[in-house]
């Protein structure tokens, strides 16, 4: 039975879980929540390739190393299919979006609850009550424009490492409308402004593409919590939210992939001249 019904309602329920443990941290709030589960799941997506490449073996696999393979060619694959040149670099940052990604999308299917219940049995029902806790990272705004503008710099990176710094700046001047002489001149203002909203438009696609599929997708199962506040409605919420979490599964992974091959579209594109 969810807690809701002895916290106020199904609307104190939600603006509760929405709340998240935040503080005043290098001039602004910051979000203890979701950087200390988004860090956590990191570190575990490090400890756990790591030591499977560490214990590989050259003849038959074990299923753990197999399903590990499996993932990296997976990953590898997509990335030989859009990107065309030295893969070396491209690949292990896909790959750690990839599972990173997948990681804190899947706290979604952790019973809302949890927390709080954990919380309760430390610390009684007045520190659960008070105590704000978010434990999905990529429902957070901050995670995910922080995930796009590290993409962002590095897709930067990218286009100076092919171009170089003068190829690169000619091309935000010159590039979408190629014009000679004078009328290069003219349009160059023009070519710079396309050029910068172009680029901006892609780490705030990536953020804002990841976040609304996750904070919908954990403000659906909060909305089908309130349904098992009664015993006339507990049984067909319980149905919906199995439904709904199959379902999400789907969403986890389809977020993860899209934000994964869009970052390798992006450096590729990044590579290229106009």
């Known amino acids: 039975m969810s807690e809701s019904s002895s916290a106020g309602g199904l609307t104190e329920y ?3 879980h929405l709340t998240h ?3 005043l941290a290098l001039g602004g709030q910051f979000n203890f929540d979701s950087w200390a589960v988004a860090l956590t799941l990191g570190l575990l997506f490090v400890l756990w390739f790591g030591l499977a490449a560490r214990k590989a073996t050259p003849g038959v696999p074990s299923k753990g190393q197999a399903f590990v393979e499996l993932i990296v060619e997976f990953v590898d694959g997509q990335v030989r299919d859009t990107f065309h040149g030295d893969r070396r670099s491209v690949t292990p940052l896909a790959l750690t979006i990839f599972m990173w ?3 804190m999308n899947t706290m979604d299917l ?6 709080g219940t954990l919380i309760k049995l430390v610390g009684g029902e007045e520190a659960a009550h008070h105590t704000f806790f978010r434990s999905v990272p990529t429902a957070d705004l901050n995670t995910t424009l922080g995930l796009s503008v590290s993409v962002f710099f590095i897709l930067i990176g990218h286009a100076w490492s092919a171009k170089g710094g003068m190829g690169f700046g000619k091309e935000l001047l010159t590039a979408p409308f190629h014009a000679h002489g004078f009328g290069a001149i003219l349009l160059a203002p023009v070519n710079l402004v396309m050029n910068v909203i172009e ?4 780490p705030i696609s990536l953020a804002m ?3 609304g599929n996750m904070y919908g997708g954990e403000l659906v199962f909060m909305l089908i919590a309130g349904l098992m506040t009664s015993w006339v409605t507990f049984l067909p919420g319980v149905l919906a939210n199995t439904a709904w979490g199959i379902f999400h599964i789907l969403i986890i ?3 993860a992939f ?5 970052t390798v579209v992006y450096i590729a594109g990044a590579r290229e001249s106009h």
């Open 110 to 115: 952790l019973p809302l609850d949890l927390p």
């Open 258 to 262: 899209i934000f994964m091959i869009l």
């Open 253 to 255: 992974l389809l977020q």
């Open 199 to 202: 680029w901006l438009v892609k």
């Open 101 to 103: 990604v997948v990681f």
């Open 209 to 211: 593409r990841l976040f």
């Open 14 to 16: 939600i603006q509760h």
């Open 21 to 23: 443990n935040s503080g």
